[in-house]
């Protein structure tokens, strides 16, 4: 009986902590339904900047990079978006894959 509650137990947790991370795919997939239209392509975009500065941009919830959006009128119509519940919940999604795709991953996304 002690096997079954402790194999249940560590499924749960694998599970668990799988959902709970972070996933590439994800993340294209944000950025191709909110951010492909003013920035283009998620390989160039990604790749413009290095995994540290995607990871500063990213930190806290994608703060600092809904804050670049706020502040510049030419961003206006990503206004709502970066306002809205569903950034902050994808923010790890669109982190993940922005710095697995960085410039210095030396990683190409499959496809746009």
């Given at each position: 009986?002690?096997?079954?509650?402790?194999?249940?137990?560590?499924?749960?947790?694998?599970?668990?902590?799988t959902m709970l991370s972070a996933a590439t795919y994800?993340?294209?997939?944000?950025?191709?339904?909110?951010?492909?239209?003013?920035?283009?392509?998620?390989?160039?975009?990604?790749?413009?900047?290095?995994?540290?500065?995607?990871?500063?941009?990213?930190?806290?919830?994608?703060?600092?990079?809904?804050?670049?959006?706020?502040?510049?009128?030419k961003a206006q119509p990503s206004w709502k978006y970066?306002?809205?519940?569903?950034?902050?919940?994808?923010a790890k999604h669109l982190e993940d894959f922005v710095?697995?795709?960085?410039?210095?991953?030396?990683?190409?996304?499959?496809?746009?």
């Amino acid at each position: 009986m002690r096997t079954l509650y402790a194999t249940v137990a560590i499924f749960t947790l694998v599970t668990g902590s799988t959902m709970l991370s972070a996933a590439t795919y994800k993340g294209q997939k944000i950025y191709i339904e909110s951010c492909k239209e003013c920035h283009g392509g998620g390989q160039e975009f990604a790749a413009s900047k290095k995994q540290r500065v995607w990871e500063k941009l990213m930190d806290k919830k994608g703060e600092k990079l809904a804050d670049i959006h706020l502040s510049s009128k030419k961003a206006q119509p990503s206004w709502k978006y970066f306002e809205s519940r569903a950034f902050t919940r994808g923010a790890k999604h669109l982190e993940d894959f922005v710095v697995e795709y960085a410039s210095d991953s030396g990683n190409v996304p499959a496809c746009n």
